[in-house]
């Protein structure tokens, strides 16, 4: 009988220890660190505005910037409705969540399958600002032409119809990343390749600015350019080191691989321009920062500092080589969206599936120089579903909007500047 008492006692010692180890508990150290990741990503939005800003003529520089507020504003609106529940809610057949989740019904302070170690609302709100600048992005290839009522509900439609679902395909458990095995550690796929093409889509549909190519049009305030580049550098850390979800050594790489490829981008594609064009830029070098800050972005958890070194280098050269063709080429993206986004991001998806080491991040896999080449095709196959996808439903919905409020400014108003036709007022109250 002193047997069976002891062995039972131990037993249900035993299954208590297992389901308290197995129960999700929420950590107050990764709980901290991605309370400033999330700010760090919510202060990439007007840091681009700031960026985009000064790259337009001084007549448009409120409404550019203004663009990339308002959707900060809207899209975390949208994401606590729909947007949330659409991306990461219960998986509809690898394709869609579901509504399970709409107005964040079942979604508070207890952890989620997503992290384990922090509240399923802070989860959430980390997520929404990767939506917030998705979109944002997309207003570099159309600024100084779009109408202001058509930005707003293009963007609506988008964030539901083509950023929710491909989100869900690789953040939220869907087939690329569930089934397909594709790797995207802080969301390459979802935000920069994403954005880019939708710019394509965007420069098709709304064609040149008016007088592109027979009118100067160079930045007007590269100061503020440089401004919201370095707060996008600083917003990325929490972008890429906040994606290990958690404050520990696979944070530590991600932030270390992030840095060290964008530092090196910069240098490379200002040694580029230097011997391309007799002299080294600011502006060149500020968009070399941001070419790596997107192409190690996939990669930045799965890769060696090394290995990020190369990428960065890569990835300056290739994106500036991108962004010198666009005239020849002939396509009005205003602010080098494909050039820097869609280039460096294709660059970055396809460097993962060459780089990425178990011995970086055993939740990953090994890449292509690592004895393992099924992981390049999978990141391939990934883009390629990524660009058909987002290409077509972002013509239709240019079209549609198009029909409903008309996408471009009048000829009048595209004169005048969109801050005093759009939002009536200036930025300056000197035209010196």
Same mark, same amino acid.
């Given at each position: 009988?002193?047997?069976?008492? #002891?062995? &039972?006692?131990?037993?249900?010692?035993?299954?208590?220890?297992?389901?308290? $180890?197995?129960?999700?508990?929420?950590?107050?150290?990764?709980?901290?660190?991605? #309370?400033?990741?999330?700010?760090?990503?919510?202060?990439? &939005?007007?840091?681009?505005?700031?960026?985009?800003? *000064?790259?337009?003529?001084?007549?448009?520089?409120?409404?550019?910037?203004?663009?990339?507020?308002?959707?900060?504003?809207?899209?975390?609106?949208?994401?606590?409705?729909?947007?949330?529940?659409?991306?990461?809610?219960?998986?509809?057949?690898?394709?869609?969540?579901?509504?399970?989740?709409?107005?964040?019904?079942?979604?508070?302070?207890?952890?989620?399958?997503?992290?384990?170690?922090?509240?399923?609302? #802070?989860?959430?709100?980390?997520?929404?600002?990767?939506?917030?600048?998705?979109?944002?992005?997309?207003?570099?290839?159309?600024?100084?032409?779009?109408?202001?009522? $058509?930005?707003?509900?293009?963007? @609506?439609?988008?964030? !539901?119809?083509?950023?929710?679902?491909?989100?869900?395909?690789?953040?939220?458990? *869907?087939?690329?990343? *569930?089934?397909?095995?594709?790797?995207?550690?802080?969301?390459?796929? +979802?935000?920069?390749?994403?954005?880019?093409?939708?710019?394509?889509?965007?420069?098709?549909?709304?064609?040149?600015?008016?007088?592109?190519?027979?009118?100067?049009?160079?930045?007007?305030?590269?100061?503020?350019?440089?401004?919201?580049? /370095?707060? #996008?550098?600083?917003?990325?850390?929490?972008?890429?080191?906040?994606?290990?979800?958690?404050?520990?050594?696979?944070?530590?790489?991600?932030?270390?691989?992030?840095?060290?490829?964008?530092?090196?981008?910069?240098?490379?594609?200002?040694?580029?321009?230097?011997?391309?064009?007799?002299?080294?830029?600011?502006?060149? /070098?500020?968009?070399?920062?941001?070419?790596?800050?997107?192409?190690? &972005?996939?990669?930045?958890?799965?890769?060696?500092?090394?290995?990020?070194?190369?990428?960065?280098?890569?990835?300056?050269?290739?994106?500036?080589?991108?962004?010198?063709?666009?005239?020849?080429?002939?396509?009005?993206?205003?602010?080098?969206?494909?050039?820097?986004?869609?280039?460096?991001? !294709?660059?970055?998806?396809?460097?993962?599936?060459?780089?990425?080491?178990?011995?970086?991040?055993?939740?990953?896999?090994?890449?292509?120089?690592?004895?393992?080449?099924?992981?390049?095709?999978?990141?391939?196959? @990934?883009? +390629?579903?990524?660009?058909?996808?987002?290409? +077509?439903?972002?013509? +239709?919905?240019?079209?549609?909007?198009?029909?409903?409020?008309?996408?471009?400014?009048?000829?009048?108003?595209?004169?005048?500047?969109?801050?005093?036709?759009?939002?009536?007022?200036?930025?300056?109250?000197?035209?010196?």
């Amino acid at each position: 009988m002193k047997k069976v008492i #002891l062995t &039972t006692l131990f037993v249900l010692m035993f299954c208590t220890a297992v389901l308290a $180890a197995e129960a999700p508990k929420i950590d107050t150290g990764d709980t901290a660190w991605m #309370l400033i990741s999330t700010a760090l990503v919510m202060l990439m &939005t007007p840091g681009l505005g700031f960026f985009y800003g *000064g790259m337009v003529r001084r007549k448009n520089v409120l409404g550019t910037i203004m663009h990339s507020f308002i959707m900060l504003c809207m899209v975390s609106v949208i994401w606590v409705l729909w947007g949330y529940t659409l991306s990461f809610g219960p998986d509809i057949g690898g394709v869609i969540g579901s509504f399970a989740w709409f107005g964040l019904n079942s979604v508070g302070q207890e952890p989620s399958d997503y992290a384990k170690t922090v509240p399923h609302l #802070l989860f959430m709100m980390y997520q929404g600002m990767f939506a917030a600048i998705t979109p944002a992005l997309i207003t570099g290839a159309f600024a100084e032409r779009m109408k202001f009522s $058509a930005l707003l509900l293009f963007s @609506a439609l988008w964030l !539901t119809f083509v950023y929710a679902p491909l989100c869900h395909w690789v953040c939220g458990g *869907g087939w690329i990343v *569930g089934k397909l095995g594709a790797l995207d550690f802080a969301g390459g796929t +979802v935000v920069h390749i994403n954005s880019a093409v939708a710019a394509i889509a965007a420069v098709i549909v709304m064609g040149k600015r008016k007088g592109y190519g027979r009118e100067p049009m160079p930045p007007h305030n590269l100061p503020l350019t440089i401004l919201g580049g /370095a707060l #996008l550098w600083f917003g990325w850390f929490g972008f890429n080191a906040g994606s290990a979800l958690s404050s520990s050594g696979l944070a530590s790489v991600a932030f270390v691989t992030t840095n060290t490829a964008t530092a090196m981008a910069a240098m490379a594609w200002m040694f580029t321009e230097w011997m391309h064009r007799g002299k080294p830029t600011a502006l060149g /070098a500020v968009s070399g920062a941001v070419a790596g800050l997107v192409a190690i &972005t996939p990669g930045a958890g799965f890769v060696s500092p090394m290995s990020s070194i190369f990428i960065g280098m890569v990835a300056g050269v290739l994106c500036y080589v991108a962004v010198s063709l666009k005239p020849k080429l002939g396509y009005d993206d205003s602010l080098d969206v494909i050039g820097v986004h869609g280039v460096g991001g !294709t660059f970055g998806a396809l460097a993962t599936g060459l780089f990425a080491s178990k011995a970086i991040n055993d939740a990953g896999n090994n890449g292509l120089l690592y004895g393992n080449a099924g992981l390049f095709v999978k990141q391939l196959i @990934a883009v +390629v579903a990524t660009y058909v996808f987002v290409f +077509v439903v972002s013509i +239709v919905l240019f079209k549609i909007v198009d029909l409903i409020v008309g996408l471009r400014a009048s000829e009048e108003d595209e004169y005048a500047g969109l801050d005093l036709s759009m939002h009536g007022e200036k930025a300056y109250d000197s035209e010196t």
